[in-house]
């Protein structure tokens, strides 16, 4: 299996909500990412669970909230976004985060618009 | 920082005819380098990367690239474009982060393929 998944594709949310994206990979993966994409614009890095362990946060509002449960599962919980969070936001995996194996794989993302 | 830096957000080629992008890298060490596609609506696939094993590295869909130290540069290239190559095309390099490493984006180039 070498597929990293994303559960849901589309989400439409309230300001007030409060939403879970999921991302989850069988590939025995230590290093999982968070990455928010704009239309016509690079993926940016949010954030790196390396070892189930938060290791790197782009200074991402507290209104975004990463969860790594286990080493295949990482999650995004959403409270209180604003319209400008609409986004396509992409879960990746990797064997380990060390740049000499940082090959990432690459969920299909989660649409967000935030209403 | 190391960054990478992509000439033309867009191309534009005949079907059959040459692939260049472009792709110019800024480091002080030996990088590692990627090339990923974005299809519409689709999460991101590597092409190919380098990792200081060969300066010439061939990647999937016919698509090939060469790392050149004194050009600091590393263009994607593919001998008879096809229809389906029509995406988004991202050239990336891996910078450390404390104990771990991201993957820094170029600005993306959008190859269109015309009859």
């Known amino acids: 299996d070498t597929e990293v998944t994303q559960t849901p594709k589309h989400l439409v949310m309230g300001m007030t909500n409060k939403k879970s994206l999921k991302c989850e990979q069988h590939?025995?993966?230590?290093?999982m990412y968070w990455y928010k994409q704009k239309a016509k614009k690079p993926p940016e890095l949010m954030f790196v669970y390396s070892y189930e362990k938060l290791s790197i946060n782009e200074s991402v509002p507290s209104r975004f909230s990463p969860e790594c449960p286990n080493s295949s599962l990482l999650n995004l919980h959403l409270h209180a976004l604003q319209p400008e969070d609409s986004a396509l936001y992409l879960c990746?995996?990797?064997?380990?985060?060390?740049?000499?194996?940082?090959?990432?794989?690459f969920g299909p993302g989660t649409r967000l618009t935030v209403l | 920082a190391q960054s990478v830096t992509q000439l033309g957000s867009h191309v534009s080629v005949s079907e059959g005819a040459l692939v260049l992008l472009r792709c110019n890298y800024s480091s002080s060490v030996p990088p590692y380098l990627f090339w990923y596609v974005q299809y519409p609506n689709q999460g991101l696939q590597l092409l190919l990367k380098?990792?200081?094993?060969?300066?010439l590295v061939k990647g999937i869909n016919g698509f090939e690239a060469e790392f050149k130290k004194s050009e600091t540069s590393f263009h994607l290239t593919k001998p008879s474009a096809h229809m389906s190559d029509a995406a988004e095309y991202f050239c990336a390099v891996t910078t450390r982060a404390g104990t771990a490493s991201k993957l820094t984006f170029g600005t993306g180039t959008r190859l269109q393929v015309t009859l």
């Open positions: 380098y990792t200081s094993a060969a300066t």
């Open positions: 990746a995996s990797s064997l380990v985060a060390d740049p000499s194996y940082n090959e990432q794989f």
């Open positions: 590939m025995g993966h230590r290093a």
